[in-house]
């Protein structure tokens, strides 16, 4: 997990908005929102109101935290962290079946994209089909970077599950992507 490209400029603004100042908030709102957006969207397999909920969310979440944090990791990280398990919670608390693929009709539509944007477009939707648990640890493991430890931990299963779940997703992943060539 690499931290928010941030560095220690939002130091100050985070003791700034832990003390209440809604100015400093919103710069480090500005400063990490697409970071927590494009992971939260990832997460929720590429539902775009459910990720901005999710993102909405984990600012309030965080400006609530805010006086609490201990300033132990960067500021980008903790929230980045925050909003992550916030968007795992929600495939939690939505009894994510752990086996079905979603109906292509709930994806975005691609719309008209040039060759490179349209490959990712098929690539988004097609990691949005997969079943929300593998979806969350294809996404941690191979774009958010995370150990399979760290993915566990966080989902409550032995790393050898974590391993299974990815193997599980790359190759429905790859089912999907061949079925459409």
Request: a negative charge; hydrophobic letters at 40%.
């Amino acid at each position: 997990m690499s931290p928010a490209p941030s560095g220690a400029n939002d130091t100050d603004d985070v003791c700034a908005a832990a003390a209440g100042d809604r100015q400093a908030f919103q710069r480090l709102y500005r400063l990490h929102v697409d970071r927590v957006h494009g992971a939260v969207y990832r997460l929720a397999g590429y539902d775009r109101a459910r990720a901005e909920d999710l993102t909405q969310d984990a600012f309030i979440r965080a400006w609530q935290k805010l006086p609490g944090f201990r300033h132990e990791s960067a500021f980008g990280t903790w929230l980045y962290r925050l909003a992550v398990n916030l968007a795992l919670m929600d495939i939690r608390a939505r009894n994510a079946d752990p086996v079905s693929m979603l109906d292509d009709d709930l994806l975005p539509d691609p719309g008209e994209t040039p060759f490179c944007a349209a490959e990712r477009e098929e690539l988004e939707r097609a990691i949005g089909q997969l079943p929300p648990r593998a979806r969350a640890v294809l996404v941690l493991h191979d774009i958010e970077g995370w150990r399979h430890e760290e993915i566990g931990g966080e989902l409550g299963m032995a790393v050898g599950t974590s391993k299974a779940q990815l193997h599980r997703a790359r190759s429905l992943l790859r089912k999907v992507l061949g079925e459409r060539s």
